[in-house]
């Protein structure tokens, strides 16, 4: 098969995915895949994509098998470890994911969402100590990065290091006044501290704005 053969089939799939077409794009990515010469990368990136589909249609074993089948075949794609970490995380085996996740940062070290998530698995494994390096090692690369100074912050709430996790909260709502979470947490912080007022200020707000929200996304479905 030639370059443009390869490139037809291509096109073909990444066309019937747009118009959600998953059983055709599948079939589609799967001829690439039995073409002897097919280049390896393009291989990887077949399985990739069929792991991809079959994880949106609910089929997750299958989206794992396909995107084992892409690690072997191209064992330094980020992606791959990516997805299997993720897969992973979501079966709570935490271990597991680091692994994962681990070999991607050798790849991409200054992948934030990596660095994060490195934390959230250590975090279910309640090792605080490293959740919080790698949060910090995220935030070193980005300030503004919320999830992981959200993270952090709870993390150091769990730990009882109370002016740490305030000063993160804080932050977390001046980058992004209507994450009410980060309200709710802060005002059972203050609770925690004895600020009576501050805290119920904070829950307050925090219930208005949660409100709001479900307001804004089901506004209108109701009724039709």
């Given at each position: 098969m030639n370059e443009q053969e390869i490139s037809d089939i291509m096109v073909e799939a990444y066309n019937y995915q747009k118009v959600r077409d998953t059983s055709s794009a599948i079939a589609s990515w799967q001829k690439l895949i039995t073409v002897s010469d097919c280049p390896k990368d393009i291989k990887s990136n077949a399985l990739l994509n069929i792991g991809n589909l079959h994880f949106k249609e609910g089929s997750t074993d299958l989206a794992i098998e396909s995107i084992q089948k892409a690690l072997e075949i191209n064992p330094n794609s980020s992606e791959a470890l990516y997805c299997l970490g993720y897969f992973a995380q979501e079966k709570e085996d935490f271990k597991k994911a680091i692994n994962y996740l681990k070999k991607a940062l050798e790849?991409?070290?200054?992948?934030?969402?990596?660095?994060?998530?490195i934390g959230n698995c250590f975090d279910r494994l309640h090792n605080s100590k490293k959740a919080i390096f790698y949060y910090n090692q995220a935030i070193k690369l980005d300030n503004n990065f919320i999830?992981?100074?959200?993270?952090?912050a709870n993390v150091y709430l769990k730990m009882a290091v109370f002016d740490k996790s305030l000063k993160d909260l804080t932050q977390v709502i001046e980058l992004d006044p209507t994450f009410y979470q980060a309200y709710f947490n802060r005002g059972t912080l203050y609770k925690r501290l004895g600020k009576d007022l501050l805290s119920k200020r904070d829950i307050e707000h925090s219930k208005r704005l949660a409100k709001k929200d479900i307001e804004t996304k089901y506004d209108g479905k109701f009724g039709q």
């Open positions: 790849i991409n070290p200054n992948d934030t969402g990596l660095l994060n998530n999830s992981a100074i959200y993270n952090r």
